[in-house]
């Protein structure tokens, strides 16, 4: 996005003009918000406080939940801003970071929902070699591979992006700064970026898509073969938090993205992107702590210590 014509800012236009339905749309993304930060927040708090949660999937899940917790706190709080200040301008360079900073947290937890799904992998297949094969070592080494393969992937669209040039317009028709809707008012020939885009997309979700259905198809006849039903619902409900983040993820990824040209119409993308960026983050920590047991009792440890220190 080189500023070939002096454009310094854009100007965001939101999910819709109705006062009153902005009131109601602050109060949603704000509660939101609140929720995922705070959710998130005690899965991170949990992890490292809670001697059982010491194992290489809470460590995995102790960063996915990092990332979300950065991933809207970069989309979020600058919607909430625009809507109570009526301020819908944002700077170029403030655009570009954003936009950064959202594809590479994005794109990171599909690397990490994969190392994930290889973690469940060897914890249900291999389990007397589990603390051997998923050691801190490897974990780490896991961590940021997911993070280098996310850089990797991302730099190269977007430091293209910088030679866009916008001479029409530079209003944004989304809430925040976006590929898509940024990609439909240059008037630089972007059929090129598009398709690369659209490669590396397509590459990266079918990639960590396979590992995952290799895991689990895996994970599943290893199951099948357990003698008894209750070790059975045992081994899947371990895996059934991690399967339901996978596929809203997934969906919502393919469904925002996964489309011919960024020039087409984007407007119900600006509401799946809302519900991505919101409620989403807000899911995940009650279906990790809600399905799980260890978390749940690490949770009810953890208030036990807090109103025994609050009583002395």
């Known amino acids: 996005m080189k500023n070939y014509t002096a454009i310094t800012t854009f100007i965001l236009v939101g999910l819709t003009n109705d006062p009153h339905l902005q009131i109601l ?3 949603f993304l704000f509660l939101t918000y609140l929720l995922s930060v705070v959710g998130n927040l005690t899965i991170i708090s949990l992890t490292l406080v809670d001697s059982h949660l010491k194992t290489p999937t809470y460590f995995f899940l102790q960063n996915f939940s990092i990332l979300e917790v950065f991933f809207t706190t970069v989309c979020i709080p600058r919607f909430l801003y625009t809507m109570a200040s009526g301020d819908n301008t944002v700077t170029y360079d403030a655009c570009a970071t954003q936009l950064f900073f959202v594809v590479i947290l994005g794109v990171t937890e599909f690397f990490l929902l994969t190392a994930m799904s290889y973690d469940r992998y060897v914890a249900i297949c291999k389990p007397l070699h589990y603390m051997t094969i998923m050691n801190n070592r490897v974990c780490i080494k896991f961590l940021i591979g997911c993070y280098m393969l996310a850089l990797l992937i991302v730099l190269p669209p977007y430091i293209m992006g910088f030679k866009l040039e916008f001479c029409d317009s530079n209003v944004i028709d989304h809430f925040g700064c976006d590929a898509a809707p940024i990609l439909k ?3 630089s020939d972007t059929e090129f970026i598009e398709r690369f885009v659209l490669v590396l997309a397509v590459l990266t979700l079918i990639f960590t898509l396979v590992c995952v ?10 199951i099948l073969r357990f003698p008894s039903v209750q070790q059975r619902k045992k081994a899947f409900s371990t895996c059934s938090s991690h399967i339901i983040v996978v596929s809203i993820t997934y969906g919502s990824c393919i469904f925002i993205y996964i489309k011919p040209h960024a020039k087409e119409g984007v407007a119900i993308n600006k509401v799946v992107s809302v519900l991505t960026t919101s409620v989403a983050p807000v899911m995940n920590p009650f279906i990790y702590t809600l399905r799980n ?3 749940v009792q690490a949770f009810k440890d953890m208030i036990k210590r807090v109103a025994s220190i609050s009583k002395n």
């Open 293 to 295: 047991k260890q978390v």
């Open 213 to 222: 259905i290799l895991s689990y198809t895996y994970i599943i006849r290893t």
């Open 25 to 27: 749309l602050f109060i």
């Open 185 to 187: 008012i240059t008037c």
